[in-house]
T-cell receptor, first 113, second 113 residues
Framework: EAQVTQNPRYLITVTGKKLTVTCSQNMNHEYMSWYRQDPGLGLRQIYYSMNVEVTDKGDVPEGYKVSRKEKRNFPLILESPSPNQTSLYFC????????????FGSGTRLTVV | AQSVTQLGSHVSVSEGALVLLRCNYSSSVPPYLFWYVQYPNQGLQLLLKYTSAATLVKGINGFEAEFKKSETSFHLTKPSAHMSDAAEYFCAVRKYNTDKLIFGTGTRLQVFP
């Protein structure tokens, strides 16, 4: 089944403790991105990647890092999480041609205390 | 700048009634438009997309949307609501010449028996 897989689904952590949210897709998509969803704000893009080793900032990149060493994986790294990063995070990848469209993962609900 | 506006953060309908969720976009170039649905504790699922082909787009679960350039609208409709349609719905536009999706703030649909 074509999908984007995020882990973990739920995470509670403490301020300042580094964490990584993993994202993997099995559709051979070149484009991947991360979004955060907050009430009343919809979804906002954090980072995106057009291909391996090519990443760029979205609208709200502060406090986040990403890497794209392989086509299928696009982890989101919070070096020093803060409470304002408590949010619901989504990873997405995009197909091309007739399959143009964005496939989203199931989400990671992060709470930073 | 491109943007989408979803009118009505909450919409309530009776089972069997028409569903109409409104989305207006702002774009100086032909847009790519999307509707996504989010069920509780789940990720975003693509309902339908407009990528400059037919203006009436049919999606999954009986939903459809019509692209109206003169009204800058892309409203989502379904002739007869079902209880299982209760969810949050997001309209999105692809930012021109990028792969970023710009989301509306969402509309929560409630369906009453």
């Amino acid at each position: 089944e074509a999908q984007v897989t995020q882990n973990p689904r739920y995470l509670i952590t403490v301020t300042g403790k580094k964490l990584t949210v993993t994202c993997s897709q099995n559709m051979n998509h070149e484009y991947m991105s991360w979004y955060r969803q907050d009430p009343g704000l919809g979804l906002r893009q954090i980072y995106y990647s057009m291909n391996v080793e090519v990443t760029d900032k979205g609208d709200v990149p502060e406090g986040y890092k990403v890497s794209r060493k392989e086509k299928r994986n696009f982890p989101l790294i919070l070096e020093s999480p803060s409470p304002n990063q408590t949010s619901l995070y989504f990873c997405a990848s995009r197909g091309t041609g007739l399959n143009y469209g964005y496939t989203f993962g199931s989400g990671t609900r992060l709470t930073v205390v | 700048a491109q943007s989408v506006t979803q009118l009505g953060s909450h919409v309530s309908v009776s089972e069997g009634a028409l569903v109409l969720l409104r989305c207006n976009y702002s774009s100086s170039v032909p847009p790519y438009l999307f509707w996504y649905v989010q069920y509780p504790n789940q990720g975003l699922q693509l309902l339908l997309k407009y990528t400059s082909a037919a203006t009436l787009v049919k999606g999954i679960n009986g939903f459809e949307a019509e692209f109206k350039k003169s009204e800058t609208s892309f409203h989502l409709t379904k002739p007869s609501a079902h209880m299982s349609d209760a969810a949050e719905y997001f309209c999105a536009v692809r930012k021109y010449n990028t792969d970023k999706l710009i989301f509306g703030t969402g509309t929560r649909l409630q369906v009453f028996p």
